[in-house]
């Protein structure tokens, strides 16, 4: 690949086929490799939780909006658990009465225009701007803290949720756990665009969003937090993962730990030139 460098922007983050045809059809599905789930799955210890890419999309939106605003993984927890219990992590443009978006939310009861709502990053805004609110929302249960911000008469119902909320919470934000998904071929996009969502999750957060390499298909982009912290980078990587069915990241290299977009991961000992990046890098198809 030829070094091109420069600084986008900075961000406010045949042989089987033979032997299936002589053995027949239930050797032949054996053998064939399935077609991407467009799934992913975040991984704890004890653990795992699988959603659609879309919806992990959702709530890496949630998570990003979380940081952003100032909130930990207890405070991110307790978004993602109140949109798991709401929407199934779906931007519903229904629900009860006047309810729609991740959280259902409802314009009759002052959380903004229906399509202001519907907005994914203003709707978790407006979430945890409510969670602030709460009096003591750090020593509050999980439910009892969703409660509190969404008035449920169901107000229990949240705590089914919970540890799979904060399986997501504490992967993507880098302190435990990974997040890895099978997507279909990305479409292709431009660096740009990739730069554009950074800055769209992460305003005022101070990403620096480089173009490393570039071979005339690929793009190999380098994406730097303010603090270089592992964890810091573990979330940078995690954010890119999830966001990656929309984004058209192709694989997420941390390190030399290397999502793929084919659901695998891969760990190689990185080039000295980039053994001690300050960041990840993520490569996009760009034509």
């Known amino acids: 690949m030829a070094r091109t460098g420069g600084v986008i922007a900075t961000?406010?983050?045949?042989?089987v086929a033979t032997v299936a045809v002589l053995w027949g059809p239930a050797l032949?599905?054996?053998?064939?490799?399935s077609p991407p789930s467009n799934q992913c799955t975040v991984s704890t210890?004890?653990?795992?939780?699988?959603?659609?890419?879309?919806?992990?999309?959702?709530?890496?939106?949630?998570?990003?909006?979380?940081?952003?605003?100032?909130?930990?993984?207890?405070?991110?927890?307790?978004a993602v658990t109140t949109a798991i219990q709401e929407s199934g992590l779906r931007n519903l443009n229904y629900g009860d009465r006047?309810?729609?978006?991740?959280?259902?939310q409802r314009a009759s009861q002052g959380w903004g225009t229906v399509e202001q709502i519907m907005d994914a990053r203003y709707?978790?805004?407006?979430?945890?701007?409510a969670l602030g609110k709460v009096n003591g929302w750090e020593n509050l249960r999980v439910t009892e803290a969703a409660q509190a911000v969404q008035r449920s008469g169901f107000p229990e119902a949240y705590a089914s949720h919970e540890a799979e909320g904060r399986a997501w919470a504490n992967?993507?934000?880098?302190?435990?756990?990974?997040?890895?998904?099978?997507l279909t071929a990305p479409d292709v996009t431009t660096a740009r665009a990739f730069s554009d969502r950074v800055a769209l999750d992460f305003p005022g957060a101070g990403f620096a969003v480089e173009v490393l390499e570039s071979d005339g298909n690929?793009?190999?982009?380098?994406?730097?937090?303010?603090?270089?912290?592992?964890?810091?980078?573990?979330?940078?990587?995690?954010?890119?993962?999830?966001?990656?069915?929309?984004?058209?990241?192709?694989?997420?290299?941390?390190?030399?730990?290397?999502?793929?977009r084919n659901g695998t991961w891969q760990q190689s000992n990185p080039t000295q030139q980039w053994a001690n990046y300050p960041g990840i890098r993520v490569a996009v198809r760009t034509s």
């Not at 961000?11 to 042989?15: N, P, R, T, V």
């Not at 032949?28 to 490799?33: E, G, L, N, P, V």
């Open 45 to 78: 210890p004890i653990a795992h939780y699988s959603r659609s890419a879309e919806r992990t999309d959702n709530v890496a939106i949630i998570a990003a909006v979380g940081w952003v605003n100032g909130f930990d993984e207890k405070g991110v927890t307790i």
């Open 171 to 182: 992967a993507l934000g880098g302190v435990e756990g990974t997040v890895s998904c099978e």
């Open 218 to 260: 690929t793009t190999v982009l380098g994406i730097k937090p303010t603090d270089a912290t592992d964890q810091s980078l573990r979330r940078l990587q995690s954010w890119a993962i999830a966001t990656a069915s929309t984004t058209g990241a192709e694989w997420a290299d941390l390190r030399g730990s290397r999502w793929t």
């Open 28 to 33: 032949y599905s054996s053998f064939t490799a």
């Open 98 to 104: 006047d309810s729609v978006g991740l959280f259902q």
């Open 123 to 129: 709707s978790a805004t407006m979430f945890y701007t």
């Open 11 to 15: 961000a406010a983050f045949l042989g």
